[in-house]
Nanobody, 122 residues
């Protein structure tokens, strides 16, 4: 089992950057693929980015490709999401999640953090 805690959210202006972190507890972080999801008010939770357990494979939603970068430091049990060129439509609660394989849907993930709010003003 793994417990996840996100941090780094906030209120920023469009065009700026933000980096989210997800700290994982337990000794098995390196065995899990990790994903970032987001949920805006009135919308379903959507996949943003994912990374394999070893970090060699990444996946991105088309809406963030070229702007967001997912990475992980298994020695620090931490997942990151670097978000550049932020847009108002990126406003959402961002969640990190862990899975035994790199999936693109929320149902693929077993463990979730509590979320961190990102608000992008125009």
């Amino acid at each position: 089992q793994v417990q996840l805690v996100e941090s780094g959210g906030g209120l920023v202006q469009a065009g700026t950057s933000l980096r989210l972190s997800c700290a994982a507890s337990g000794r098995t972080f390196s065995s899990y693929a990790m994903g970032w999801f987001r949920q805006a008010p009135g919308k379903e939770r959507e996949f943003v980015a994912g990374i394999s357990a070893g970090g060699g494979t990444t996946r991105y939603a088309d809406s963030v490709k070229g702007r967001f970068t997912v990475s992980r430091d298994n020695a620090k049990n931490t997942l990151y999401l670097q978000m550049n060129s932020l847009k108002p439509e990126d406003t959402a609660v961002y969640y990190c999640a862990a899975s035994r394989f790199l999936g693109l849907t929320a149902g693929s993930y077993n463990y979730w953090g509590q979320g961190t709010q990102v608000t992008v003003s125009s």
